[in-house]
């Protein structure tokens, strides 16, 4: 009767292990599944010890965790399994960061997009441009976007500080050096009755300061600048500051642009 007890025992004890182990999952899996960020970006924040179980700073990839029983933070923030994903257009305004923490206790975007989920800006824009900016916590797309190979077309308005000649938008036309490699616009104009100050700009790459930087290899400087358009969404009918929800049908655009399934 005992060793029938005993066996007993070991076995629900056996089916209790198992079940544990099949309801792990790795922990950047977990960051990537909660809408945090990529996978690969989750490896990065968790070296950095960015990312905490239980109250405890994990710092080693590959970890494990039960997302019924773990609480995981990272940046002091609760990440939740199954968290809806959900996608915002900002028409961001001047003088906010694009940072989710800044030392200097600037404005962020986050703080113009008040929402419930945990949401990140994808990419970057100056402090003082203005313009398109999306966020999500879809990290996936996210990180795809972002990725040079899809060449993403981000499209601006430059105003500069002085009028442009027909012979630096040509050299403009044909690529500058920036980090010793040759940028070339994919698109530049000069735009009707400015006076030849204001400029459009159609650009894919996505070098630091990028359009500031081409205008001032020809010594002109930016004096504001605006991204009127990121992956064909414009701010059109949005006032500075404002923002809205992504249509389904904008959503599965940007999805097929980067090679992801739409549903």
């Known amino acids: 009767m005992a060793v029938r007890r005993f066996r007993s025992l070991r076995r629900q004890m056996d089916l209790n292990k198992s079940t544990r182990e099949s309801s792990q999952v790795r922990l950047n899996?977990?960051?990537?599944?909660?809408?945090?960020?990529s996978r690969r970006k989750a490896d990065a924040m968790i070296v950095a010890g960015r990312v905490k179980v239980n109250g405890r700073v994990i710092k080693e990839l590959g970890t494990k965790i039960d997302p019924r029983r773990d609480k995981v933070e990272v940046d002091g923030r609760t990440a939740r399994s199954g968290s809806r994903l959900v996608y915002f257009l900002l028409n961001k305004p001047k003088d906010s960061v694009t940072t989710v923490r800044d030392e200097k206790g600037r404005?962020?975007?986050l703080d113009v997009v008040s929402v419930r989920e945990r949401v990140y800006?994808?990419?970057?824009?100056?402090?003082?441009?203005?313009?398109?900016?999306?966020?999500?916590?879809?990290?996936?797309?996210?990180?795809?976007?972002?990725?040079p190979s899809h060449e993403v077309i981000?499209?601006?308005?430059?105003?500069?500080?002085?009028?442009?000649?027909?012979?630096?938008?040509?050299?403009?036309?044909k690529g500058v050096m920036l980090?010793?490699?040759?940028?070339?616009?994919?698109?530049?104009?000069?735009?009707?009755?400015?006076?030849?100050?204001?400029?459009?700009?159609?650009?894919?790459?996505?070098?630091?300061?990028?359009?500031?930087?081409?205008?001032?290899?020809?010594?002109?400087?930016?004096?504001?600048?605006?991204?009127?358009?990121?992956?064909?969404?414009t701010h059109r009918g949005l006032q500075r500051g404002g923002w809205r929800k992504l249509t389904a049908g904008e959503v599965a655009k940007l999805r097929n642009l980067v090679e992801l399934p739409t549903s």
């Open 121 to 147: 800006p994808v990419g970057r824009l100056d402090r003082n441009t203005t313009g398109v900016l999306l966020l999500t916590n879809d990290g996936e797309l996210a990180n795809r976007l972002m990725h």
């Open 29 to 37: 899996k977990f960051l990537s599944a909660s809408g945090v960020t």
């Open 179 to 233: 980090d010793g490699t040759l940028s070339v616009p994919d698109d530049i104009y000069v735009l009707p009755e400015s006076g030849r100050v204001e400029v459009g700009i159609a650009i894919h790459e996505g070098k630091h300061h990028i359009v500031r930087r081409i205008f001032e290899s020809i010594n002109i400087r930016v004096v504001q600048l605006d991204r009127h358009s990121y992956a064909g969404l």
């Open 107 to 109: 404005r962020s975007v």
């Open 154 to 173: 981000k499209v601006y308005k430059a105003t500069l500080e002085r009028a442009i000649g027909e012979r630096e938008l040509a050299k403009l036309k």
